[in-house]
T-cell receptor
Framework: NAGVTQTPKFQVLKTGQSMTLQCAQDMNHNSMYWYRQDPGMGLRLIYYSASEGTTDKGEVPNGYNVSRLNKREFSLRLESAAPSQTSVYFC???????????FGQGTRLTVV | QQQVKQSPQSLIVQKGGISIINCAYENTAFDYFPWYQQFPGKGPALLIAIRPDVSEKKEGRFTISFNKSAKQFSLHIMDSQPGDSATYFCAASPFTGGGNKLTFGTGTQLKVEL
């Protein structure tokens, strides 16, 4: 049982490049999330999808877009990467309501 | 605006001692308060969680104390062990009926020394 799988694990981008972070969960969860983690700031919610077919902005959505491809997959896209988007990105999933959120291993992104 | 304030930023405890991490929140709509543990290179993992209808919850060596009137909650780790060395995050979320939108504290790096 893999849980939440993120790809890639590491990525270096040049300013202005685009990329998509992939996330898949095999726990049949309805809700999925993207967080970013920066030193001294904890984890901040970028976007979430309460259920298949819906997405909504979190605390720090600027510069990002998301796609809930199906119940299992939730991708995060950076259209034009900026150095301020250098961070560790975590995908998570949970059942509806306030069930436990399960996190992936993270993607460490550096924008130069 | 930091809706969940966490302290201390770092903590060093001797093996067998008690580790205490504190959090305070502002949003009265929050009604679910989990603590997450994160090891280097890994994603956070749920440690223990509490809802405001109880003032304390204990699971093994880990206890959450909750003070609704003060809008504060804390994590106590009894008999701290070197394997507890990790970063701990408090978090909070409101009941929305659609997902668990967590607001995290800034984290506490715990080191348990022999």
């Amino acid at each position: 049982n893999a849980g939440v799988t993120q790809t890639p694990k590491f990525q270096v981008l040049k300013t202005g490049q685009s990329m998509t972070l992939q996330c898949a969960q095999d726990m049949n969860h309805n809700s999925m999330y993207w967080y970013r983690q920066d030193p001294g700031m904890g984890l901040r919610l970028i976007y979430y999808s309460a259920s298949e077919g819906t997405t909504d902005k979190g605390e720090v959505p600027n510069g990002y877009n998301v796609s809930r491809l199906n119940k299992r997959e939730f991708s995060l896209r950076l259209e034009s990467a900026a150095p301020s988007q250098t961070s560790v990105y975590f995908c998570a999933s949970s059942d509806l309501g306030q069930g436990e959120a399960f996190f992936g291993q993270g993607t460490r992104l550096t924008v130069v | 605006q930091q809706q969940v304030k966490q302290s201390p930023q770092s903590l060093i405890v001797q093996k067998g001692g008690i580790s205490i991490i504190n959090c305070a929140y502002e949003n009265t709509a929050f009604d679910y308060f989990p603590w997450y543990q994160q090891f280097p290179g890994k994603g956070p993992a749920l440690l223990i969680a509490i809802r405001p209808d109880v003032s304390e919850k204990k699971e093994g060596r880990f206890t959450i104390s909750f003070n609704k009137s003060a809008k504060q909650f804390s994590l106590h780790i009894m008999d701290s062990q070197p394997g507890d060395s990790a970063t701990y995050f408090c978090a909070a979320s409101p009941f929305t009926g659609g997902g668990n939108k967590l607001t995290f504290g800034t984290g506490t790096q715990l080191k348990v020394e022999l």
